[in-house]
């Protein structure tokens, strides 16, 4: 502003529009730093100065998501199994198999994952209790017959002396594991198991920890699409119904057709019912009311 010969107390659009088109800073950074200018326009503006506030940078985000395919997430387990340890202090070798494969197994984010505690856990009912994740809202997740063995060896070896307080993936000092951790354990598997972490110029991100999840919801798809099921969204439209889904090979495709059910029809009666089973069996829950209800984040429309 200096060098562009500013001497009154005000700032033109031209002004700031230069000095924008001059930040030499990536996308997300430049978005940043014209936030804080908008701010602080608005705050010359309290006090009587002409500042031009220019709208908010709206950044075209490219991001395409990496999907495992089933070989590779085969490879990357072995890798994790075999996974060297570095240092006697991260056990790698111990948590690592055991989160990838939860991951991945439960769609979960890796927030989520290290911040389970041994009493989210419910060993009976096969079940996981997040709490306060994405939107401050807790809801739980179901486990696979094979994954809670997995998760009862880890928890015995671990855990010899257990205490519900305690984090089911912890450090040596007994804290969470950072979420940085995963990540950089992972990086190591994918070397081990020869799988690339830039395969295409648009994942400028690379293959990371949260690819598990976005591999856990199209692996699911695929999987009853595969067993002649129709796919429902959780999504409804109030004018139209549960929009359908189907698969062209690997491609997802929405094939147009609205499933619409009335409130008092056997299908949602049958639906609401077989949730509220689900949740009566859990121990942590209320036991009336529809709070409850809105707590089982996976309660499938699968038909």
């Known amino acids: ?3 562009s010969g500013m001497v009154k107390k005000k700032l033109d659009g031209i002004i700031v529009d230069a000095w924008i088109n001059s930040l030499n800073v990536g996308g997300n ?20 100065y002409k500042a031009y506030i220019p709208p908010p940078l709206q950044i075209k985000r490219n991001y395409t998501p990496y999907v495992f395919t089933s070989a590779e997430m085969k490879r990357l387990f072995e890798a994790c199994d075999n996974i060297p340890a570095r240092r006697s202090l991260t056990k790698a070798e111990v948590w690592l198999p055991v989160m990838v494969r939860m991951l991945y197994g439960c769609g979960l984010r890796v927030g989520e994952a ?16 997040i709490r306060a994740a994405k939107g401050n809202k807790d809801r739980l997740v179901p486990m696979s017959n094979s ?12 855990h010899p002396f257990p205490n519900s307080e ?29 799988i690339d972490r830039h395969p295409h110029p648009k994942q400028l991100r690379g293959v990371c920890v949260h690819c598990l999840r976005h591999t856990f919801a199209v692996h699911t798809l695929q999987l009853q699409s595969k067993r ?9 439209v109030p004018h139209a119904g549960y929009i359908d889904y ?5 491609t997802l495709l929405h094939s147009g057709k609205y499933i619409k059910y009335p409130k008092n029809s056997n299908c949602q009666r049958w639906m609401k019912r077989e949730t509220s089973r689900k949740f009566r069996n859990c121990r942590v829950l209320p036991r009336k009311g529809n709070y409850y209800r809105r707590l089982f984040d996976y309660w499938w429309t699968l038909y």
Not at 166 to 188: A, E, G, M, V
């Open 1 to 3: 502003m200096i060098q």
């Open 29 to 48: 950074t430049k978005a940043h730093y014209v936030s804080v200018y908008r701010q602080f326009a608005h705050y010359l503006t309290g006090l009587g």
């Open 114 to 129: 290290v911040s389970l505690q041994n009493k989210d856990i419910d060993w009976t009912e096969g079940t996981l209790l």
């Open 147 to 158: 994954l809670i063995d997995v998760c009862r060896t880890y928890h015995s070896i671990a």
């Open 166 to 194: 305690d984090f089911f993936f912890y450090n040596h000092k007994k804290q969470p594991l950072s979420t940085l951790t995963p990540y950089i354990w992972l990086r190591r598997a994918l070397e081990i198991a020869g």
């Open 228 to 236: 002649g099921m129709r796919i429902v969204t959780r999504k409804y």
């Open 246 to 250: 189907g698969f062209d090979g690997d």
